[in-house]
């Protein structure tokens, strides 16, 4: 399983140090993007996004919280192996899907679809086939630091059937309240990546953080 450290609790005022420290031990990062209306608070904008992914060469899982994540898709350069995550709940329409996910792809980057802990996973199902990831928020959306919501992980069951059942290739993400406890259930459950954020960020030495969660 696959760990990005999650930005949003680094030390912002010395994020490329952060960003240097951690490259030679972790799978990627993790960047989440909320707008104060989504959700309840307020990250980054489209410039800061841009040099974060100026500075890493990792890739990147570009997580948007956002009522309009339209605006992002010309916005920023992404890579290749770089994902665009959008909520299912800030889009809702079909047609409205299935044009950004064709927007995203024409960038050549990757695209995957968030879900709330309240949402069905299959809300998602006429989508996946055009998916690179499903991202399951295992939190309510909006802040770090929350309590890990269990019952999330029999969405991870379904989807992994579905993903065998429909011969398909997305993975499946989870992001909210990882940590030291709870990770290695979460893995057993057979998420392929996490985002973590207070578990490493938490700590002075955030490098041994990282490491002790392998």
Known sequence: MKILPSLISSDLLNLEKTIKLLEPHCDGFHIDVMDDHFVPNLTWGYSFVQAILNISTLPINLHLMVDSPEKWVDK??????????????????????LNLIQA??????????????????????DYVDNLDQVLVMSVKPGFSGQKFIPEVLDKVEILKNHRDSMNLNFTISMDGGINKENIKLIEESGIDEVGMANAIFSHKDIVKALKDLY
Not at 112 to 125: H, L, Y
């Open 76 to 97: 920023i350069k992404l890579r290749r192996d770089d994902t665009f995550v959008f909520h299912y709940e800030a889009t809702l329409e079909p047609d409205r899907i």
């Open 104 to 125: 995203v792809k024409i960038l050549g980057c990757k695209v995957g679809i968030a879900i709330n802990p309240e949402t069905s996973v299959s809300k998602i199902f």
